[in-house]
């Protein structure tokens, strides 16, 4: 960011009733109240009592809790927005209950609804808190112009691979896989990310991601794992996140998917997993000729934890305390629709309490941490996801005399499991106010949502051309009650 007067500007919130402060000295969130909260231009300068400087803007943050904007770390807003209403309940009953194979190429809207998809996404980010979305997709045309106007923080993780999957007869899937053509894509990802990450407004950066663990090769997964550690970056790739994906990968390696990745030399502190749910002693998969827990908690190695989109099918990580208390770094993402941090943080509570079967199973302090600080170190961003002096000044402010706040014995508790965003009132990033009293501020979403609506509209009228059964989508997705004549 440029240094003009603007950008230098001192704004204090004075006496606020709550700030989740960053502690150095214990590495952790902690509560701060009846305190002051100051920034200049882009950069906190201060968190504490009394801040005796000077300010260009005084605020009252009374009646405000402040807390660190949430980093999503993992998502795909190009196009899950099309889907609401059509994938709330679906997953293929041979398919090990996942919607991947079946029914998600058959929904998928077309790239030309992309920007609008990524604009709707992005409202509703903005709106639950978060400052920072983690976009996995596969490069496009201005990709950076779908994020510019919105102020949010954005990291592009440039996706490919060497070829699709499908199913002919929704119990077996198949792959279109071209070796040639995963190593042109790889080669077209590097150059669309380095372009990417360097755009002026320092909220853009890129990384590299192979698209899952079952559609690239080796070659593939290294080579991008060699670029990013020459350039001091994580890669993401999706794996162990499906049944089908296991016996997959066990099938063509004799190794499970944690097994393989270790085995290569890519299961290590340069990785993250995304999902990283099946290892081999998950309940649902009872294959107990591995180590896959031990192998992920020894390698360093990362895990990109979306509850929201498992818990439709039914399917939870096993459990959330275990990996954090094993010392796997763990952070939360959206991946899907709805795109509400505060509903993920929320069901990976309840989720892995359930599966582990004890109220300890998922602290809530461990998904806050992963939204915040725990998802900011896996991009590299210690100076996100922490309201600490130095620290950027991505922040939200909630309004403690919203009801569902209140009583304020614990205002994270009272956020994620009451109120969620209906109390979230002030977004900042970068220092620069994006969400006002609850509404975006720079970008307005009514002809994307009808953009979305044609999208949908397509998808409805042209499904049976590419189910395997020829189903139209009224019979893949029946309404949750019938249509009156």
Known sequence: MTETAENLKITVFRNCAWIVAWDAETQSHSYLKNADFAFRGNEIIYVGKNFAGTADVEEDGRDKMFMPGFVD??????????????????GSKRLGQSSLYEFMPVFDIG????????????????????????????????????????GIRAVLWCMFRSGPWRTRNGHSV?????????????????AASELAGQHPSGLISSYLAPSQIDTCTEGQIMGALEVARERGEPIQIHAAQSIVEFQEIVRRTGCTPIEWL????????????????????????????????ERLANSGAQVAHCPVVFARRGIAMNTLARYVEAGIPVGIGTDSFPHNMLDELRMACYAGR?????????????????????????????????????????????????????????????IVYSANDRAVMHVYVDGQQVVKHGEIMHFNIDADIEMLRRGQAEVIATASQRDWDGRELEALSPRVYKLMD
Not at 111 to 130: H, I
Not at 174 to 190: F, H, S, V
């Open 174 to 190: 198949e792959y279109d896989l071209d070796e040639a053509r995963g190593d042109r894509l790889l080669q077209e990802a590097i």
């Open 262 to 293: 270790d085995k290569m030399g890519a299961l290590g502190p340069d990785t993250i997993i995304g999902h990283g749910i099946f290892l081999n002693d998950h309940p649902w998969v009872h294959y107990p000729h591995g180590n896959d827990f």
């Open 73 to 90: 770390i993992h998502s795909h807003p190009g196009h899950e927005p099309g889907w609401k209403g059509m994938l709330e309940e679906l």
């Open 111 to 150: 790239p030309e609804y992309a920007r609008s998809a990524c604009r709707v996404a992005t409202s509703e980010l903005l709106k639950s808190g978060v400052t920072t979305i983690c976009d996995l997709a596969p490069p496009r045309d201005d990709w950076v112009g779908d994020y510019t106007p919105t």
């Open 354 to 414: 359930i599966i582990g079967g004890s109220f300890t199973a998922a602290p809530t302090s461990y998904a806050f941490d992963a939204a915040t600080n725990v998802g900011a170190d896996m991009i590299r961003r210690p100076d996100l996801g922490r309201l600490a002096v130095g620290c950027k000044a991505d922040f939200s402010i909630v309004d403690m005399n919203n009801h569902y706040m209140q009583p304020d014995y614990d205002p994270i508790r009272s």
